[in-house]
């Protein structure tokens, strides 16, 4: 089953806890602080954002994404950047970011929308 966006009414593609105690919890947010991919679905996946690598306690290679505000920025934006991201999802090497970031699959070089 595939599951389909049948309502033209968009609240339920993000939210502002203005209660949270850490908001805001990244620097560089310019539109509605979207609180709803808090954590990141992204997390064990290939994405675009700035993220850092580290070791945890375990040994395990994590990313640290502290400079990332794709999933917050704006709620129709971050809503989009994820969906789009989860359409093709790619399990996370491990590596660093890349530079240029890491492209959507399935797109190609100069297709543009990296969110
Ligand atoms: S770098 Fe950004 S998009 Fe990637 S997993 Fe972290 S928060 Fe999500």
């Not at 954590?39 to 400079?67: F, H, M, S, W």
């Not at 971050?78 to 989860?86: E, Y």
Request: hydrophobic fraction near 25%; charged fraction near 25%.
């Amino acid at each position: 089953m595939e599951p389909k966006d049948t309502t033209t009414n968009d609240a339920f593609k993000g939210f502002t806890n203005t209660a949270c105690p850490f908001l805001p919890c990244h620097k560089g947010v310019k539109r509605e602080f979207n609180c709803l991919f808090c954590y990141c679905p992204l997390i064990a996946y290939e994405c675009p954002g700035p993220y850092q690598v580290y070791t945890d306690k375990n040994g395990l290679t994590r990313k640290d994404c502290t400079n990332c505000t794709l999933p917050h920025d704006g709620y129709l934006a971050s809503w989009n950047f994820i969906q789009k991201w989860l359409e093709r999802p790619v399990i996370w090497s491990g590596a660093a970011q890349t530079t240029p970031p890491t492209r959507r699959p399935g797109r190609a070089p100069g297709d543009g929308d990296e969110e």
